[in-house]
């Protein structure tokens, strides 16, 4: 089948998807090596992406090695998700001067700029999602970031290989691109093949010389994310999760995961849907002007749980106890689904290697309760 919405083409060909984007204005972003990680930069060759490398993740742990093939995306992902490109780590959002009756504010957005990215995995275009609800469904959606997010082309690659650290499956995010994307790829060594996600992606392909998909290579592909899917070890009984985490607040295990956590803020960094932030101003020494920034905050530090004279998560405990279960359980509370999409970089990129995964199914086993891997039912 060929059509507006899916085709094949020749790996070798990615080449002309760059090109045709950065021919309709498209500043193309893709993965890139960057002392010893994989991060998001500019990229205008095929060859400035990681072809011929995978990464090794474990808690804790981050390397890539050289695979000697031609695979182009066989890096799964680097520490930065999607959030910086909608939901920058540092942005002016006023500047405030002094005039002769007063004072004079002038709000600052960025310049619109059209990113095409590329490269993006199921678990962050469901990142993106969560993002967008947060920052743009409600009562007052935030200018800045729905200017980001205008520009934004994103083109997903579905995973055929699985970290030990994802669980995408148990989330419900992966391993195939949920809708959001613009375009899916699959690749299958020398084949891309390749689905439109939106109208925007639709209109691309329609301008793309690709060939008729088969049966067979429908079957491969979903053969292929089946297979990832089935490798990830699972975390099961999502419905019930929330409850059992409310009911779990004084488990004995949180003093242990207290014991070991840094509160260093790095899980928080790199989830893609975690969105606390603080507002600074900074005045010049005259008083003439200020700018007001927004930049990215973490619940793990103790600033940010200080409010009205008193701080309300002294510890190091009460931080991750109230990181865990706001993910896990109060999100649905309020927003209507989980707050995690099983990307696993709070497991990598924690310093002691704390996982998620095991301080859920502890807290609930130390409480006396089934594990969640081995009772779903129980939840
Ligand atoms: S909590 Fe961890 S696994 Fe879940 S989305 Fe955030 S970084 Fe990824
Ligand atoms: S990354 Fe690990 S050590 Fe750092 S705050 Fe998160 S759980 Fe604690």
Redesign the pocket.
């Known amino acids: 089948m060929c059509s507006n919405d899916r085709g094949v083409f020749p790996s070798a060909d990615l080449q002309r998807v760059l090109d045709l984007l950065r021919a309709k204005g498209y500043r193309v972003i893709g993965p890139t090596l960057h002392d010893g990680a994989v991060v998001w930069d500019t990229i205008v060759r095929v060859s400035d992406l990681p072809i011929g490398w995978r990464d090794r993740q474990e808690p804790g742990r981050y390397r890539l090695e050289q695979t000697g093939t031609d695979e182009i995306f066989g890096v799964v992902h680097g520490p930065q998700s999607l959030k910086p490109f909608v939901f920058a780590p540092r942005e002016p959002l006023l500047h405030i001067e002094r005039t002769q009756k007063g004072f004079s504010v002038r709000p600052q957005l960025p310049a619109p700029e059209k990113i095409a990215l590329l490269g993006a995995r199921p678990c962050d275009v469901a990142g993106l999602a969560i993002q967008d609800q947060i920052f743009l469904k409600g009562s007052y959606p935030d200018p800045h970031y729905a200017r980001r997010r205008q520009g934004l082309f994103v083109i997903a690659v579905n995973c055929t290989r699985a970290l030990p650290t994802c669980f995408c499956r148990s989330m419900g995010t992966g391993p195939r691109a949920p809708t959001g994307c613009d375009l899916a790829l699959t690749e299958l060594d020398d084949l891309m093949l390749v689905e439109a996600g939106s109208q925007a992606g639709r209109d691309l392909l329609s301008e793309l010389p690709l060939q008729p998909t088969s049966e067979a290579i429908q079957v491969e592909a979903a053969k292929r994310i089946d297979a990832c899917a089935e490798s990830q070890t699972r975390l099961q009984g999502q419905a019930a999760l929330p409850r059992a985490l409310y009911d779990a607040h004084d488990s004995q295990r949180w003093d242990d995961?207290a014991s070991?956590?840094?509160?260093?803020?790095?899980?928080?960094m790199v989830c893609p849907t975690c969105f606390c932030h603080t507002v600074e101003d900074r005045s010049t020494l005259d008083g003439q002007h200020t700018e007001r920034t927004r930049r990215w905050d973490?619940c793990?530090t103790h600033e940010h749980g200080y409010i009205h004279g008193k701080n309300i998560r002294p510890t190091?405990k009460d931080?991750?106890r109230m990181?865990l279960t706001h993910k896990f359980a109060a999100w649905h509370d309020q927003f209507g689904m989980s707050g995690c999409v099983g990307c696993g970089r709070?497991i990598t990129?924690?310093?002691?290697?704390?996982d998620v995964r095991e301080e859920i199914s502890a807290v609930l086993t130390s409480d006396g309760q089934p594990s969640l891997a081995r009772s779903p039912e129980r939840l």
């Open positions: 995961a070991r956590c840094l509160a260093c803020t790095n899980c928080t973490s793990f190091i931080r991750y990181w709070c990129w924690c310093p002691v290697g704390i």
